[in-house]
């Protein structure tokens, strides 16, 4: 399931725009493989804080038995890794060193398990409601997915890297190997098979996707719902009729003084604005109707500039709705 897209960059950078189109064909296969399932959830993009350090993850995938992050990298030509994990490329004949990406994902990765682990009491629930559950023995991997165009030199390349190193088209084969996922959702009975993996039950690995949501610090850019992968390199890998489009709504934000103060929620079903149970699911932050049990997402456009491009927000027991594009949080009443 798709969590989060890939936000789109209006830069015009060749460099930063050949690393936005990689990183959109990787999208593209993601979407295409796991946008149905059940266990498997993809954030692009993300970025968040933690202990005074900053952490951008490409992709980010959330599964049953843990954690995959893959860092995407643009090269055109050859390159290849010797055996002390130093990378070189080449470009227009010449070779270069560069840094090596799956160092860059492993700091990435290390800051994720900090993060989870420093608030595994609100993300995990307690063993027989006493023993606080942590992280350990939880899966975590970090892989590199490079430009289907470029040339791998695998002949000196670590037995370690090279196992960690995947062209785009290839990666979702390379996920679902890692993944090894099982045909049904694990349950109680799996304790009593051997070689058991630690696995999320359903409410907990909804509550881990929420959580990374919440921890994202978004940049206001539109996000696409997808970019499909046959994307020419003389073709701008944005759509800047949907980013006019876009800036036109944004500078159409109300004035300061007409600003909707503060949403309010009613049931979708029997339009009831009392007796509504704020809770979390997979979709995000919902309320439950206790008069009619229907659910209403606290999701939805913009009161101010009627843009989609929103997510909910909580803080303690209060909730608001940002939007991303005119910047504004608004209060939701329930």
Known sequence: MILKDKALSTSNYAKIKAGQKQELDVAFYLRRAFKDHGQVFVFNDVKFKHNGETAQIDHLIAY???FILIESKSITGEVTINEHQEWSRSYRGNWQGMPSPIKQVELQLELLKSLMRDNAPNLLTKLFGKLQQGFGGREWHSICAISSNAIINRKNTPKTIEERLVKSEFITDKLLEI???PASKPNALHLFTTNVRPWFSEETLDRICQFILDQNISPNL???SYVPAEISESEPVYDEAL???EQTNTEQVKPKSDLIKEITLACKQCNSATNLQPLSGR???FVKC???????PMKMPCPNCSSSNTKTS????????VCKDCEISTPIKL
């Open 64 to 66: 049953t038995y843990g």
């Open 179 to 181: 993944m090894k996922l």
């Open 222 to 224: 539109q996000e696409p």
């Open 243 to 245: 980013i006019a489009s």
């Open 283 to 285: 979709y995000g932050y």
């Open 290 to 296: 206790g008069n009619c049990t229907a659910n209403t």
């Open 314 to 321: 909580k803080r303690r027991e209060s909730y608001s709705l």
